[in-house]
């Protein structure tokens, strides 16, 4: 059964940083394009930031570049999404999705 779990969302201060986890099972990550999506209230879905497979070229979203980095630990299965210097403006659910599957969403909140 395919899963993707996401783990380490929550309230930080601008600034601050977090680090969010989506373990998959089911399938090997490092097999598919990975990536990282995020929903703000009444906005729409966007793309965050995308590993490629075997290779591992990245890319991100304008609006995250120099301050977030997505990479992937193949022996744990395991996408993850390094967020530093968050803003408010970075407050969303945040989604991974790889293999056609996407997981439930973890909360990022930046406010003081």
């Known amino acids: 059964q395919v899963q993707l779990v996401e783990s380490g969302g929550g309230l930080v201060q601008p600034g601050g940083s977090l680090r969010l986890s989506c373990a998959a099972s089911?399938?090997?990550?490092?097999?598919?394009?990975m990536r990282w999506y995020r929903q703000a209230p009444g906005k729409e879905r966007e793309l965050v930031a995308g590993?490629?497979?075997?290779?591992?070229?990245?890319n991100y979203a304008d609006s995250v570049k120099g301050r977030f980095t997505i990479s992937r630990d193949n022996a744990k299965n395991t996408l993850y999404l390094q967020m530093n210097s968050l803003k408010p403006e970075d407050t969303a659910v945040y989604y991974c999705?790889?293999?056609?599957?996407w997981g439930q969403g973890t909360q990022v909140t930046v406010s003081s």
């Open positions: 590993i490629n497979s075997f290779g591992g070229s990245t």
């Open positions: 999705k790889g293999n056609g599957y």
């Open positions: 089911g399938f090997t990550i490092i097999r598919y394009a």
